[in-house]
C-alpha cells in the first residue's frame, strides 16, 4: 500500500500548491486553464481508446457498456446526488472539476496497474509513476477548480485499495484482455469530461461512470460461462 499512500499524497500535495496559485490568476488566465484543462482531458481520453481499440475482442462491448451504465446511472441520478452533494462547499464549478480528476486519477493503466503490481510483485514502480503525474494534474485542476479537488485523493485511495485488495484474491481476473476494455471505456469517459470543459457538449459524466462496471461484469460471467 506504500505506492497508493505514495500516490495519495501527492494529490494532496498538488491540490494544496494548485489552491495556492489560483489566488493569484485572474478571470482570462482561469479561462486559458479550463481550455487547458479541457484539451488535455480529451486528449488523453482519445489516446485510450486509439491505443486500445484495436487489441479488442470484443468490439461491441464499449457500446454496450456506455448505454447500459449510463442509462443505470441515470435512473439512479448519480449526477444530481453529486451536484448536491457539491454544492455546499459553495463552489457551482467544482462539480465538473472533481468529476474530470476522478477520471483522470483513477481511469488509466498505471492506476489501475499499480495496485495490482504492489500486491502480486510487491513492486511500487507504477505508483511512484502515476504518483509524480498526479501531482502536476492536481496543481492544473486546483489552480482551476480550488482546493476542492483534493476530495478525489480520497476517492484514489479507496479506488486502488480495493484494487489492491483484489488483486490478492483475483489475480487472474486482471487479464489483459479485461485491462483493454475497461481502458476503452474509461477513454470515452475521460474524453467526456474534456469536451464537457470545453463547452462543446455538455455530458453527466457522473451518471456514465456505472458503465465502467459492465466489462467487470461481463468478464466474470464469462469466467463462469465460457462462451
Known sequence: MIGTIFNTTTILIGSAAGSLFRKSINEKQQKVLFDAMGLAAAGIGINSIVNNM???KYPVLFIASLAIGSLL??????DGKFQKLVSRTGDTGLGQGLSTAVLLFCIGTLSILGPIQSALKGDNTYLFTNGTLDLVTSMVLASTYGIGIAIAAAVLFLWQGTIYVCAGFLGGFFSPEFMTELSIVGGFLI???GINILKIKEFKTMNMLPALF??????????LIPF
Open 54 to 56: 484495436p487489441d479488442s
Open 73 to 78: 446511472g441515470s435512473w439512479l441520478d448519480f
Open 191 to 193: 474524453a467526456a469530461s
Open 214 to 223: 459492465i466489462p467487470a461484469a461481463f468478464f466474470f460471467v464469462k469466467s
